[in-house]
């Protein structure tokens, strides 16, 4: 009988043991306090974050900034999601674009940035902002429910070495589709590409920003930013013609299709596939690992949809600040933001990751600096978000369960491009399946 | 009934006593858990739980009727297969060589074996890293060949490599199987078919391809038990369902629906539906494993 | 024994080589990719030989991790494969020691509700992590256990695979013995401890190799309790190594980490070869 009392034993202590082994090592003081950051971005772009809470951190003793790396986006976001239902959430969360709707969706959970600064007497000047990023973070009354924080908009790159060896002119880069039909042709021919161009996040840059380049609209209601009855719309004649064009590229070899998120970058930056259309926050990595000089330009566009294009949208993350703190936990938040939508710190975060800057300010300082002599390509990816006032089809977008909904166009391009479907087809029936989920959320929320 | 010993200790407490731990830690850790996870599957629920309404099997239907749902049963189904017949032929095979070379066998069986200590993911990753259209060696080199590898738009293709991928690490659990079942079939029976002029081909298939089946067949449903379940991080890192859901499989959707688009209640739905097809399973497995005891 | 002919032994010989190159080859290009510099991993094609790195890049990998990892603060493999330890250890004895005594139970006695108690942990089957698992996220976050090592090990040492071996194994067990063990007036914990644990190596050893295995190469569960750096198992430092968005991916540290990930399980397999191999096919067939 001892025997089993000592297993019993045993088996009961294990856990406590191993408990104790795991308990963190310091006791919590009562200050600094902690604030827990969770991020979505890892790399160099993760870790720039930390150092800039590590700044913070050591401008003041009363709050320390505890940045956590959860995974990707969507881990971030499921990993919060299961923290706030367990009853501890971060202070803030970083919360990607297609995320963006179940926040807004989700009032209750959200402790809104701009009562937040106005709660804690902090300044934050949302005319500073730029139009087409207050767009997307505010609610129906223009009020910004999160903190917009990094923000990027897709624009072309090309290879400048592998133009010049296919007698292309580096400084006349293609502006229309058209254009880039012909170049892809070119460079296809001389034998030392597997295609002529490839794109990232397909959905983002051939189909949001697709729409609003084109001033065509993707759902009813602005997008969705004007209620959350909006319908998709992507199956007129323009998204067709230009799924049809793709798939049509990608059969004579022009195009190759790199894959969904970020997958296709190696493609361009081992020289395989010269003109490339990425997200301007892509500029670091390609930067690093390209061994060939590149530039960028403008999005291509159809003439014959549009005669000059109207501005490109914005994806990437905003901060969103979680319920269920107290009062001096708040505080500190808002004094972090503070620091974080200073000038400076706007000015410097664009600079190093090729994010848009948020503020008129940010901007303005940036380009006294000189850093556009430097690297005009930052510049580009600004004046293309703001290259005429936005309209309802170029504001931004905001969709329910977008997560899915996103896939669902993705499937669709995958089946166009593989040549497994038909444009009009697989456009339809994406219509048909994010519309179900459109109405799904609608009532998830209607409460 | 479950079995027992027909010769037993008396003891009204003791018994009790040790189940305690075990049945403490599936209440507290399976039980509660999966119930809730279960119960899921009847309400129709935001992410974050603020407001949650009883659908019955609202949440079923919509998972029932949906084309690409129905699809990943298929695509699980023909994963399977190809998974189990890849990695059971294969397996035999190098068995069957394996168990006729005398003491050197231990070398092959050592190489052979290894796989089975490489995670899933990072197998994932290993084969993500040979295959990539862009930094690939494996994908450069079937270019240089002539053949275009691209799995992010393939179907087929991608099909093909979580396959492999996953094969490449199971065939060691088989092999292992397939080695042991051969060493206990007992010599005196090949030899005499050997005296009778039966060369090794025949005597396979005459002899121990036939006294191998129970070893095939427990092979067969616990390969497919494996893919339903633990493939998953290879599915993750290599394709995450694409191209066009061509290898979504019904683990890869409750993960995606559930962890990634927030979805409880249809993701709750499918694991319903999968439990089912998995208990079939392992009720024919449990069976077969419980009659063999009385052999 | 029987002897083949020269050809028969010669093509024997052949496909197994082949066998073995089909498990090594990809191993072996890993390896090259872990002794390079990065911009070497980039070129057409990739070098086949390893390179001259191989101390920089494992050096690199052991005690600083590479991008991913968080700067300044980063965690080295080292780290994480000690954490990996602890976790694929404490889940091995956990799971091991509980199942003993339970199938104990299950075999060795008769009472009230032993079906329903067998089944009960039983259906732990049916279900694998990934589909209760926040749910289970809520449980452990109220007990206080998140980034703690018994909230990486409990969870996960629910699972009915070595009740199950031990099951088929202790069936095998000739009444005689617990007869004798009766007749010498020896009660049942002395059976248990004297004889039945001593006759179970077989099943232990193959069960300390699925269960260790089984815990080192967790992804998910771990992925969602650590939010501190220092629980970062192997798993996910090399998944948050490749989540690079934007940024350039580390790939030759990533394949250093990838090589120094398999090592200790293969050894462990390798290692108890004999034993996993027996404890494996006698009892579970």
Known sequence: MRKIALLVCVVLLLPSFLFAAGEPEEVEPEFPLEIEMWIGLGGALGEEIERMAADFNAMQDEYLVNVVEQGDYAEAMTSAIAAYRAGNPPHILQVYDVGTGTMHGNPEVVYPVYQLMEDYDRPFDTDDVLDQVTAYYSDLDGNMLSFPFNSSTPIFYYNVDAFREAGLDPNDPPETWHDIEEYAEALVGTGNYTAGFTFQWPSWTNMENFSAWHDIPMGTLANGLDGWGTEFVYNIPEHVHHMEALADFADRGLFQYGGRGGDAGPLFTAGDVPMYIASSAAYAGIAESADFEFNASFLPYWPEIIDSPQNSIIGGGSLWVMEGHSDIEYEGVAEFFEYLSSTEVQASWHQFSGYLPITDSAWELTREQGFYDEIPIHNTAIEQITLSEPTDNSRGIRFGNYVQGRSVILDAMEAIFAGDAGAQEALDEAVQRGNALLREFEETVAR | ?295 | MIFDSTPTRVFRHFFLVIGCLIVIVPIYFVFVASTIPLPAIFQRPMPLLPGSEVIQNYYQAIFHGGRGLGGARAIGAGVMLQNSFIMAGGITVAKIVVSLLSTFAIVFFRFPGRSILFWLIFMTLMLPVEVRIVPTYGLVSSLGMLNSYVGLILPLAVSATATFLFKQYFMTIPDQLVEAAKIDGAGPMRFFSYILVPMSRTPIAALVVIQFVYGWNQYLWPLLITTERRFYTVMIGLGRMLNAGDAQADWHIIMAITILSMIPTMLLVLGMQKSFVKGLTEADK
Not at chain 2, 99 to 113: D, E, F, L, R
Not at chain 2, 156 to 180: C, D, G, K
């Open chain 2, 1 to 295: 009934m479950v079995t027992g010993k027909s010769v037993v200790f008396k003891n009204k407490g003791l018994p009790y006593v040790l189940l305690a731990p075990e049945v403490a830690l599936t209440a507290v850790f399976f039980i509660v858990p999966a119930v809730q996870a279960l119960l899921m599957a009847f309400y129709r629920e935001d992410a974050f739980g603020l407001s949650r309404v009883f659908i019955g099997l609202g949440n079923f239907e919509r998972v029932l009727s949906d084309v690409r749902y129905v699809q990943s049963i298929w695509t699980t189904l023909g994963f399977s297969v190809a998974v189990a017949v890849l990695t059971m032929v294969l397996a035999l095979f190098f068995a069957s060589l394996a168990n006729n070379v005398g003491k050197k066998a231990i070398y092959y069986q050592t190489i052979i074996i290894s796989p089975y200590a490489v995670a899933p993911l990072v197998a994932g990753v290993m084969w993500f890293f040979l295959m990539s259209p862009a930094v690939g060696v494996v994908a450069y080199f079937l270019r240089t060949l002539g053949i275009t590898w691209n799995h992010s738009i393939i179907p087929w293709q991608a099909f093909t490599l979580v396959v492999v991928a996953s094969s490449w690490q199971r065939i060691a659990y088989n092999f292992l199987f397939y080695l042991a079942g051969m060493q206990m079939i007992p010599d005196s029976l090949l030899e005499s078919a050997a005296i009778d002029g039966s060369g090794p081909v025949s005597r396979f298939w005459r002899i121990t391809f036939p006294l191998l089946s129970p070893t095939t067949f427990f092979l067969a449903i616990v390969n497919t038990i494996y893919v339903f379940f633990y493939t998953f991080p290879v599915i993750h890192t290599l394709t995450e369902g694409g191209p066009n859901n061509s290898t979504a499989t019904m683990v890869y959707r409750i993960y995606r629906d559930g962890f990634r688009s927030l979805d409880y209640g249809g993701s709750s739905a499918q694991s319903v539906i999968l439990m089912a097809f998995v208990m079939v399973f392992v009720l024919i497995q449990f069976r077969y494993v419980e009659r063999r005891v009385y052999y």
